[in-house]
T-cell receptor, first 110, second 117 residues
Framework: QKEVEQDPGPLSVPEGAIVSLNCTYS??????FMWYRQYSRKGPELLMY????GNKEDGRFTAQVDKSSKYISLFIRDSQPSDSATYLC??????????FGKGTKLTVNP | GAVVSQHPSRVICKSGTSVKIECRSL??????MFWYRQFPKQSLMLMAT?????????EQGVEKDKFLINHASLTLSTLTVTSAHPEDSSFYIC?????????????FGDGTRLSIL
């Protein structure tokens, strides 16, 4: 079993839809969780960072962490074509290294 | 926010050439930086951890003589791909944590696309 599992998609939604992206993990040592957005041929951009169970909201983005189920989610409300990108979950704990999911490719159609 | 600059963004060169990639933290100091490699439609694969003032720590399977890392200052790390061959063609990305200690988010450069002919 891989440390971090993420459905690669691709995921295609109409503009305005609510998008749900998810990752599961197996390592109980993970303490902090991130979501990155990566546009084609660019480096990942940090979207959300959280280290506790529960929800964290930032504009149209909500990150959700359930440590008991080892499950994290990113919700995007009112999705826009500019949200089309690959979304990577990442997590870490006990060291500076991060473990990344494979990324989910999202396309938001106008 | 924390900004990491990576240069060059694109390199095309002949087999046998050595290529140097720079990673700079522009508005913060980074005692640690990370170098990743990313294949098409794949996630980021950590190659090595660059440590300011000491030797880099390489991940299993990464040739340290092939991928030379130097972290000469608190804002600059370099990756040199020595005697590059077509199989070294890839997207190389660096990152740096914006704070000290563990549990810090990493900020990424925009990557270097390396193509070896």
């Amino acid at each position: 079993q891989k440390e971090v599992e993420q459905d690669p998609g691709p995921l295609s939604v109409p503009e305005g839809a609510i998008v749900s992206l998810n990752c599961t993990y197996s390592n109980s040592a993970f303490q902090y969780f991130m979501w990155y957005r990566q546009y084609s041929r660019k480096g990942p951009e940090l979207l959300m960072y959280t280290y506790s169970s529960g929800n964290k909201e930032d504009g149209r983005f909500t990150a959700q962490v359930d440590k008991s189920s080892k499950y994290i989610s990113l919700f995007i409300r009112d999705s826009q074509p500019s949200d089309s990108a690959t979304y990577l979950c990442a997590m870490g704990g006990g060291s500076e290294k991060l473990v990344f999911g494979k990324g989910t490719k999202l396309t938001v159609n106008p | 926010g924390a900004v990491v600059s990576q240069h060059p963004s694109r390199v095309i060169c002949k087999s046998g050439t050595s290529v140097k990639i720079e990673c700079r933290s522009l508005d913060f100091q980074a005692t640690t930086m990370f170098w990743y490699r990313q294949f098409p439609k794949q996630s980021l694969m950590l190659m090595a951890t660059s440590n300011e003032g000491s030797k880099a720590t390489y991940e299993q399977g990464v040739e340290k003589d092939k991928f030379l890392i130097n972290h000469a200052s608190l804002t600059l790390s370099t990756l040199t791909v020595t005697s590059a061959h077509p199989e070294d063609s890839s997207f190389y990305i660096c990152s740096a944590p914006s704070g000290q200690g563990i549990n810090q988010p990493q900020h990424f450069g925009d990557g270097t696309r390396l193509s070896i002919l």
